[in-house]
């Protein structure tokens, strides 16, 4: 089982990015999937995260600005980031919870990717 995340770099503040995260190894086409950042010195937080019914649920801190999106034919889920911010600077993570509905808890997804980069410059 694998998750493969990708799309970070370097962003001036303002700009956009779009993370993606490839499954691999079982079908998550009825998982919750999510995105967790983590910044130097800092928790692991939550992001964003959908159902398999496409519900979603994203953190206060970046609500009209990122957006959380899945195509399960592709086994993949998408983060959209919009006008970023230098406090967006953080490893993003993937992850699935493979056991309930949608959740924004980290203790409860249970398979996680290695993480991508974002940085954001002022």
């Known amino acids: 089982v694998q998750l493969q995340a990708s799309g970070g770099g370097l962003v001036q503040v303002g700009g956009s990015l779009r993370l993606s995260c490839a499954a691999s190894g079982r079908t998550y086409s009825t998982d919750t999937l999510g995105w967790f950042r983590q910044a130097p010195g800092k928790e692991r937080e939550f992001v964003a995260a959908i159902g398999w019914l496409f519900t979603t649920r994203v953190s206060d801190g970046v609500r009209g600005r990122f957006t959380i999106s899945r195509d399960n034919a592709k086994n993949t889920v998408y983060l959209q980031m919009n006008s970023l911010k230098p406090e967006d600077t953080a490893i993003y993570y993937c992850?699935?919870?493979?056991?309930?509905?949608?959740?924004?808890?980290?203790?409860?997804?249970?398979?996680w990717g290695q993480g991508t980069q974002v940085t954001v410059s002022s």
């Open positions: 992850a699935a919870n493979t056991r309930t509905g949608i959740t924004t808890s980290r203790e409860t997804f249970d398979y």
